[in-house]
């Protein structure tokens, strides 16, 4: 059974860091691109990034490139997200999900999603 577990958020000043984790369970991560998206309050959820696990490679939304940073630990079924810079509109829930092998910042095409963790940045 998939089980995908957020932890990390909070809040955090403008200009500030912080780092989201997604612990991963009941599959292969190699199999499985893992994504970031987050929803605001009154908006539609959108893409962050994702780690693509075939090729390793990652992707960002443009408004997050320079200042996010995606990676996997394999050896603890772990993906993160680190978070720099963060802004006032980076406020949100952060989820993590998983689709079949290739990266999409498009949530409606992933299946399986974790609960969410806050992350609110204001001063």
């Known amino acids: 059974q998939v089980q995908l577990v957020e932890s990390g958020g909070g809040l955090v000043q403008p200009g500030g860091s912080l780092r989201v984790s997604c612990a991963a369970s009941?599959?292969?991560?190699?199999?499985?691109?893992i994504g970031w998206f987050r929803q605001a309050p009154g908006k539609e959820r959108e893409g962050v990034s994702c780690?693509?696990?075939?090729?390793?490679?990652?992707y960002y939304a443009d408004s997050v490139k320079g200042r996010f940073t995606i990676s996997r630990d394999n050896a603890k079924n772990a993906v993160y997200l680190q978070m720099n810079s963060l802004k006032p509109d980076d406020t949100g829930v952060y989820y993590c999900?998983?689709?079949?092998?290739?990266?999409?910042?498009?949530?409606?095409?992933?299946?399986?999603w974790g609960q969410g963790s806050q992350v609110t940045v204001s001063s």
């Open positions: 009941g599959f292969r991560m190699d199999y499985y691109a």
């Open positions: 999900a998983i689709r079949p092998y290739y990266c999409s910042l498009d949530p409606h095409e992933y299946a399986d």
């Open positions: 780690f693509n696990s075939r090729d390793g490679r990652t």
